[in-house]
């Protein structure tokens, strides 16, 4: 509901910290991790093995992944992974007519999770008859495995292919919402600030990923996009909030200073804040530990999202927005939140 700014009461808030005062180490903090996020993904992207910013996973590159589930009780036994990937590599596949090529097996992975209780294999695209044949020789190393635990999901180039492209229209079209949203709703350095620091979010989580597919190797998928616009909508969100309480501010006490208008705007956000993003961790905190390998990664960025957007929201826009001069026009109308 719209309303006049002399219909504001005056905010008896309490100042909590100084922002504007400590903006410098705000941006310190934010550029040193936003430098080694893009190092990330400027390694990654000139690794010959990987060629992109991130890793990408059998959804987007295709291929087949085998997962087997281990019988083996309480505990396994220990696994060489170097042993079962030169075994899978040395598998001599038939050749099944002039025109049909045989897979090359010397980027192939495998990967033990649950304390070695399963054992994952991407491979390149493999028919039926070839992968129940590298299935056999890796339960002649890993075996014996659970009757019903297997899994094995192929994924052809075109569709990963189409899954990427699409993936990548997704995230471009919902950027491209929001910043038409926020330059309608705000002036133009509201809605600038408000993108800035969702970028900063998306290539930090970005980056660190990027880390992680370079050191242990991990790939992103498709549910590594649906984290990604999560995390968009929840980091605009709470800019927009943030910045709506500064505007409040600056009608119902013009006779401060710009600066200290942010400080109390942000100090009586920075409750709901915390209070809001604490409960948004409680179960995504639960999925990782209880979630499964499945989840787990998908968690873990949803989690760093909502961590680095809060830090966005509360510090690192309105230091920014500190830099610009603001003259209050007692006409303008402003929104509660």
Request: glycine content about 6%; hydrophobic content about 45%.
């Amino acid at each position: 509901m719209a309303f006049n700014s002399s219909d504001l009461p005056v905010s008896n808030t309490r100042l909590r910290f100084q922002l504007c005062r400590n903006r410098k180490r705000v941006w310190s903090l934010s550029g040193f991790v936003l430098l080694f996020s893009l190092a990330g993904l400027i390694i990654s992207l000139l690794n010959p093995s990987i060629q992109a910013p991130l890793r990408p996973g059998l959804d987007f590159t295709g291929g087949t992944q085998i997962q087997l589930e281990r019988n083996c009780g309480n505990k396994c036994d220990d696994l060489n992974t170097k042993e079962l990937l030169e075994a899978v590599q040395a598998v001599d596949f038939p050749v099944q007519g002039k025109s049909s090529s045989v897979p090359n097996l010397s980027n192939a992975r495998i990967q033990l999770l649950d304390s070695g209780k399963s054992l994952v294999a991407r491979l390149p695209f493999l028919s039926a008859s070839q992968a129940k044949q590298v299935t056999s020789v890796l339960s002649s190393i890993a075996g014996p495995f659970e009757k019903g635990g297997e899994s094995i999901d192929t994924i052809g180039p075109s569709l990963g292919k189409q899954l990427l492209r699409s993936s990548i229209i997704s995230l471009l079209v919902a950027f491209a919402g929001i910043s038409i949203y926020i330059s309608i709703r705000y002036d133009r350095r509201y809605a600038f600030l408000a993108l800035l620091a969702l970028a900063h979010d998306v290539v930090i989580v970005c980056g660190i990923f990027s880390w992680l597919g370079l050191i242990i190797n991990l790939e992103v998928d498709s549910l590594f996009a649906v984290a990604l616009l999560t995390i968009s909508g929840y980091s605009v969100n709470d800019t927009v909030v943030v910045f709506d309480r500064i505007r409040e501010r600056t009608f119902q006490d013009p006779s401060l200073t710009f600066n200290q208008q942010i400080d109390f705007a942000v100090s009586s956000t920075l409750t709901r804040t915390l209070y809001t993003s604490g409960t948004t961790l409680l179960p995504l905190l639960a999925l990782i530990i209880f979630g499964g390998a499945t989840l787990f990664w998908f968690a873990v960025a949803l989690s760093l999202g909502v961590v680095i957007g809060s830090w966005s929201s509360i510090a690192l826009a309105p230091s920014l927005l500190s830099l610009f001069s603001h003259k209050p026009n007692k006409n303008n109308q402003v929104s509660s939140v």
